[in-house]
């Protein structure tokens, strides 16, 4: 059974880089894609990006500019980087196992809020 | 980008009676769409995928259908546990986009 555990700093101020880390445990690294999604307050969903194993990465163009996913396989790790936020990064952000048929695992999400 | 428009926003039903929620795309996705229901405080969950595959240990009350830029999420009997946002998401075109949501809510 796949479990996702992420953290990371859940209060930010303009213009700092958000930071988030997520576990996987059990399973296969391999095979899978590594994202991230984020969801504003009352909103919809937003894919930020995601990552392979071998660090092959795609990211939405909407934050391509901003966003870093990296991965450590050693230790079966992801992270995200997104830098300059503003208040409109205000958002839960989930880590997520990507399959060809869809997001099968999620992590339990992290409210990123952003002050001014 | 594949913009996905569900309808309706907000869907008012009892529990057992059927509900039927759609999802647009703005192009062409073949069959690579896939829907999910979210909780409330929770992270969704993937139901269906490749438009009318159900997910391991989804229950037979939940099919979809569809192919091209058309697509029907059906579930046959709500459960209580059935009144949730639903999102439909296409993996056609990088970026992987989300539809806006239908809210399944109690009459």
């Known amino acids: 059974q796949v479990q996702l555990q992420q953290w990371g700093a859940g209060l930010l101020k303009s213009s700092e880089t958000l930071s988030l880390t997520c576990a996987v445990y059990?399973?296969?690294?391999?095979?899978?894609?590594w994202g991230w999604i984020r969801q504003p307050p009352g909103k919809g969903l937003e894919w930020i990006g995601d990552?392979?194993?071998?660090?092959?990465?795609n990211y939405n163009p909407s934050l391509k500019s901003r966003v870093t996913i990296s991965v450590d396989t050693s230790k079966t790790q992801f992270s995200l980087k997104l830098s300059s936020v503003t208040a409109a990064d205000t958002a839960v952000y989930y880590c997520?196992?990507?399959?060809?048929?869809?997001?099968?695992?999620w992590g339990q999400g992290t409210l990123v809020t952003v002050s001014s | 980008e594949i913009v996905l428009t569900q309808s309706p926003a907000t869907l008012s039903l009892s529990p057992g009676e059927r509900a039927t929620l759609s999802c647009r795309a703005s192009?062409?996705?073949?069959?690579?769409l896939a829907w999910y229901r979210q909780k409330p405080g929770q992270a969704p969950r993937l139901l269906i995928y490749d438009a009318s595959n159900r997910a391991t240990g989804i229950p037979a009350r939940f099919s979809g259908s569809g192919s091209g830029t058309d697509f029907t999420l059906t579930i046959s009997s709500l459960e209580p546990e059935d009144f949730a946002v639903y999102y439909c998401?296409?993996?056609?075109?990088?970026?992987?986009?989300f539809g806006g949501g239908t809210k399944v809510e109690i009459k």
């Open positions: 990552i392979d194993h071998t660090g092959t990465a």
């Open positions: 997520a196992r990507s399959r060809v048929s869809g997001v099968d695992n």
């Open positions: 998401q296409q993996r056609s075109n990088w970026p992987l986009t």
């Open positions: 059990g399973g296969s690294f391999s095979g899978y894609f």
């Open positions: 192009q062409s996705v073949s069959r690579y």
